[in-house]
């Protein structure tokens, strides 16, 4: 209904892909590059404030976008999936905390991966080990992570009906007797490792390797896709903002898979 908006839908998607991809975390410097560098590309390209609330208004598009580029690659069809969730901070100091439209969202939680402390959301990931997304959420970090998961499963419950023989592939922090029953009444097999004076599991050996896979893939979200440097101020800002970032590794992946690059998650030719 009304007058079409002059910036359309796709091309939304497409500038918000490019900015994240170029690595410009600020909205108004990448509208002034985008007018210096891409006016022929973009006819019409809005102020800040009006990009702004288009793109927040568009993450069920953003989403959406996911799903079908990861759907039209032969990645999708992979049955070994890998979860691992990582911080997404959304303030440094306690006044941010008190104040911030994020209260009630963020908490505090810990990365024992770098040892310490944040204020912010959880991003959780399943992704085959290709990086290809499959599901992702985010989530309070005072949340356990085997109830996060079973949620985004059960949001999920058709995409898992429709395959056989999943592989979840997980740290220890999942592990879990009534969570394991719990994948496997769905058909899904966890493999995690051991936890102390615990009896080794089966293919523990093998896992090593296969967890520096779903590392690398949080590491091209953080150090290349800048994900801790997001800049939302709302939970709306940072969904947007991580889905932004998450849609632009989908891309490069999706590409890379169709021209038969040598490096599947290369983000290398789309970063200048």
């Not at 899904?188 to 004076?197: A, F, M, Q, T």
């Amino acid at each position: 209904m009304g007058r079409p908006p002059l910036l359309t839908d796709s091309e939304l998607v497409c500038l918000a892909v490019a900015q994240a991809l170029l690595g410009h975390r600020s909205e108004a410097r990448w509208l002034r590059f985008a007018r210096k560098h891409l006016a022929g590309m973009f006819p019409y390209l809005p102020q800040q404030s009006g990009y702004n609330k288009r793109l927040r208004a568009a993450l069920p598009l953003v989403k959406r976008m996911i799903r079908e580029l990861a759907m039209d690659s032969d990645l999708w069809f992979d049955n070994h999936w890998i979860v691992d969730s990582t911080p997404v901070p959304c303030g440094m100091s306690r006044p941010t905390a008190q104040r911030s439209d994020l209260a009630g969202w963020a908490g505090y939680g810990y990365c024992a991966s770098h040892s310490r402390f944040f204020w912010g959301l959880r991003l959780y990931l399943v992704c085959t080990p290709t990086g290809m997304p499959i599901v992702w959420a985010l989530a309070n970090p005072k949340i356990g992570e085997r109830e996060v998961l079973v949620s985004m499963l059960e949001t999920d419950a058709d995409l898992v009906a429709e395959r056989e023989g999943i592989l979840l592939i997980s740290d220890k922090g999942f592990a879990g007797k009534v969570f394991e029953q719990d994948l496997a009444g769905q058909g899904i097999e966890l493999l995690r490792p051991s936890r102390k004076r615990e009896k080794a599991r089966y293919g523990e050996p093998m896992l090593k390797k296969v967890r520096q896979l779903i590392e690398s893939v949080n590491d091209s979200l953080k150090g290349e896709l800048d994900l801790e440097q997001h800049g939302g101020r709302t939970f709306e800002g940072v969904a947007i903002r991580v889905a932004q970032r998450i849609l632009a590794m989908t891309a490069a992946i999706w590409h890379n898979r169709k021209t038969s690059a040598p490096v599947t998650r290369s983000l290398i030719a789309y970063d200048h």
